[in-house]
């Protein structure tokens, strides 16, 4: 599996948009992008997926280049309860499902 | 349409007793993932499970840890002979179709081994 790497932490305040990028460079042709967020005692939550170019949907927008070695995922302007721990996952289509999460990016949304 | 269940919250146990996790997938979902999540460290996947077979325990202990997913009832996570370091979150996640990296997460079980 694609080894991903993401900062481990980041600031914003609200109502900025925020993108936290994630460098996946061993990715797979087959190889599918998902990032989760997970809140403090809870766990974690779907937000997008995709494979290449834009996908966007009401939460965030994943963006994805050519060479899909790396992706960000947008989120249009953060509020307080956007903080949380966003993980960046790379995987095959085909596979157990099994998601194998990193350390993640912990977003601080300030007021 | 209610979310992933897992039951119980919270549970206390002494070293060396046996430690019982519930989860009730989404209707409709038949296949389950159990994940776990150390103090201060990220998730990691145990178990993989469908109705009445495991499919992938790639992440499981060797020892005192099994996993079921009968075809009624929950699935159990059960923890043998708890020790400390069993300590933790642990998650259970649920999705419509094998394959799938769109999972619904569970509140998770925060076990404590005293």
């Known amino acids: 599996l694609a080894k991903t790497t993401q900062p481990i932490s980041m600031d914003s305040y609200e109502g900025q948009e925020v993108n936290i990028t994630c460098s996946h460079n061993n990715i797979a042709t087959n190889d599918y992008i998902t990032w989760y967020q997970q809140f403090p005692s809870q766990g974690p939550r779907f937000i997008i997926q995709?494979?290449?170019t834009k996908v966007t949907n009401e939460v965030a927008s994943l963006f994805i280049p050519a060479d899909r070695k790396s992706s960000t995922l947008s989120l249009p302007r953060v509020s307080l309860s956007d903080t949380a721990v966003y993980y960046c996952l790379v995987a095959p289509l085909g596979n157990t499902g099994k998601l194998i999460f990193g350390q993640g990016t912990t977003l601080q949304v300030k007021p | 349409n209610a979310g992933v269940m897992q039951n119980p919250r919270h549970l206390v146990r002494r070293r060396g007793q046996e430690a019982r996790l519930r989860c009730s997938p989404m209707k409709g979902h038949s296949h389950v993932y159990w994940y776990r999540q150390l103090p201060e460290e990220g998730l990691k996947f145990m178990v993989y499970l469908q109705k009445e077979n495991i499919i992938d325990e790639s992440g499981m202990p060797k020892e005192r840890f099994s996993a079921e997913f009968p075809k009624e009832g929950p699935s159990i996570l059960r923890i043998q002979q708890v020790v400390r370091g069993d300590s933790a979150a642990y998650f259970c996640?649920?999705?419509?179709?094998?394959?799938?990296?769109?999972?619904?997460f569970g509140p998770g079980t925060r076990l404590t081994v005293t």
């Open positions: 996640a649920s999705s419509p179709e094998q394959g799938s990296f769109e999972q619904y």
């Open positions: 995709g494979y290449k």
